[in-house]
Structures are given as structure tokens and as C-alpha cells.
């Protein structure tokens, strides 16, 4: 089993106990480290490709590398649309061999939510592809602040889940994408009532910068999914801050970030697998 759907992975989680990590993708290097990394760590993983980035590369190039690397791999590797905005760009990825999408419709108004990812669902669904989608809205953390009104209601997850069929839904639990300001505060309360709800597995955006407690607490909670970014960019940065100078040859530079990459994200795997203690306990 190599190139798998989402809800394969999610079925094994569930089998296991454990949550899959998801990494988007940014160069060649971040594929080759996730795979790497999931081998290594004998474990799924998801490469995620979230719609905003096809602006810095090209989709078809990409694509083709991702679905390559996963056919080949010796573990189950999903290859997902992060954060899917149109109908069109699903249906585009679609052709393309992803082998699950997540429409991102937590902009929308509730019923117009349900709709669309009703309608996107009956399509993948035929063509054996997952679907993921998203309830409450899962800001930025550069605004600083959290609006727990929009966070995801337990009473509208079940109904989301029961309407759209969706394989997984993405939940805004005090979550936020990019660096958080201050330590993150999920609210397991919410999560608890969530997962009683529905039985939709549940997934968690904007991981980087959640404590290893909170994320082996929150798998444990009902979480399956987790998705990781921030975290692998700031690897890459800091890695050509402060070893660029080493390096004459860039094809060994190359090499050595994607190593520290494979390695970070080889860490995350195994923690989101349950099969390492959390390092801040």
C-alpha cells in the first residue's frame, strides 16, 4: 500500500489510536522529506498542497512529483489539496491524482457550506477520493486574538457531518495558523463535546506551536489529523541562517536541509503516532 486515500489513513489511525500528521509541500525537498520521513518512522503520512501556494508553483510539475513519490513509497502517503477555496480547484486537482481534497468553505454561511461541500463530496466520493472539510473558522495568529464565536459548535458538527458525508472535518478549537502569540490555549472542552457529537473524524489546523502535551492530549481526544507548516518553514530558514556559509556546493546544501527537514518532520510523525513521549513532559 503506497498512494492512499485520506480515509484509509484515518481508518488506520483509528485502528491504531493515533493521529497522521499532514505537511504541506513548498519545494521538491519537502516531498522527498515527508516520504523519507514516513518510511523511516514506518508510519502514513499526508502530503498536503494547500491552493494558495500554486502561485510559487507550478501544479502540474508538483503534482506529478507528489503522486509519483507516493506510488513508490513503502508506506501509505495521501495526497491532499489543503484548504481548497473553489469548486474549480478541487475539480482540477481531481485530474490530477490527489487522492483526497479539502474544501475550505468555513467563509461561507452555514448552509451554504453545507451545500457546496455536499456537492463536492458526491463528486470525489465517486472517484474513490476523500473529502475533508472545515467548520468554524480557524484564523491567523498574526491577528492575535481569538473570537470564540467562531469557533466550531458540537451541535453544527454533527449536523455538517450527517448532511455532508465528508470523511473528516477540520475544527477551530483555539487553533491558528502561523506563529502564535503567547502560548496556544486549546479548548478540550469543545473538542470533548465535538467528538461525542459526531462520529466525523476530526482534524487540527495550525499545529506548529502546540505544545507536544497538548497534541498527544488532543489525539487523544478525537483528533486524527493533524497539520503541520509553520514549523518546516522556520526548519528551512533557520537552517540557510546559520549554515549557509558552510556549504560551496548548493546540491550538498540541498541534501543537508532536506535531512533536517526529514528529521523534523520524522519527530512530529512519531509523536502524532503516539509512538514517543511528548519532549515537555
Excluded at 37 to 56: D, K, L, V
Excluded at 62 to 84: K, Q, T, W, Y
Excluded at 175 to 192: A, I, T
Aim: glycine fraction near 8%.
Amino acid at each position: 500500500m503506497s498512494l492512499c486515500t485520506l480515509k484509509q489513513a484515518l481508518d488506520f489511525a483509528g485502528q491504531k489510536e493515533c493521529g497522521i500528521g499532514m505537511f504541506n509541500v513548498v519545494t521538491a525537498e519537502y516531498a522527498a522529506a515527508i516520504v523519507q520521513a514516513a518510511e523511516e518512522a514506518n508510519m502514513p503520512a499526508i502530503i498536503g498542497m494547500p491552493e494558495r501556494f500554486f502561485q510559487f508553483y507550478d501544479i502540474d510539475m508538483m503534482s506529478n512529483l507528489c503522486v509519483e513519490l507516493a506510488r513508490n513509497a513503502s508506506v501509505p502517503i495521501v495526497v491532499h489539496l489543503d484548504h481548497g477555496k473553489s469548486f474549480d480547484m478541487v475539480m482540477k486537482v481531481l485530474r490530477r491524482g490527489f487522492t483526497s481534497v479539502m474544501f475550505d468553505g468555513s467563509a461561507l454561511e452555514y448552509e451554504e457550506n453545507v451545500k457546496q461541500t455536499a456537492e463536492i463530496v458526491k463528486i470525489a466520493h465517486a472517484m474513490g477520493v476523500s473529502v475533508e472539510g472545515e467548520l468554524g473558522y480557524v484564523g491567523n495568529a498574526a491577528s492575535g486574538a481569538i473570537d470564540s464565536s467562531l469557533m466550531t459548535k458540537p451541535e453544527q458538527a454533527a449536523d455538517f457531518a450527517e448532511r455532508t458525508k465528508a470523511d473528516a472535518l477540520a475544527v477551530a478549537i483555539g487553533n491558528l495558523h502561523g506563529h502564535y502569540k503567547g502560548s496556544p490555549k486549546l479548548d478540550f472542552d469543545r473538542l470533548e463535546k465535538i467528538r461525542a457529537a459526531t462520529a466525523c473524524d476530526l482534524v487540527l489546523h495550525g499545529g506548529s506551536g502546540i505544545s507536544e502535551t497538548d497534541f498527544v492530549r488532543a489525539v487523544k481526544t478525537g483528533i486524527k489529523k493533524v497539520n503541520i507548516y509553520t514549523a518546516l518553514s522556520d526548519c528551512t530558514l533557520d537552517f540557510f541562517r546559520t549554515k549557509q556559509s558552510e556549504y560551496s556546493v548548493w546540491l550538498d546544501f540541498s541534501k543537508d536541509m532536506r535531512l533536517e527537514l526529514t528529521k523534523l518532520i520524522k519527530e512530529f510523525i512519531l509523536l502524532f503516532g503516539c509512538l514517543r513521549k511528548p519532549n515537555d513532559q
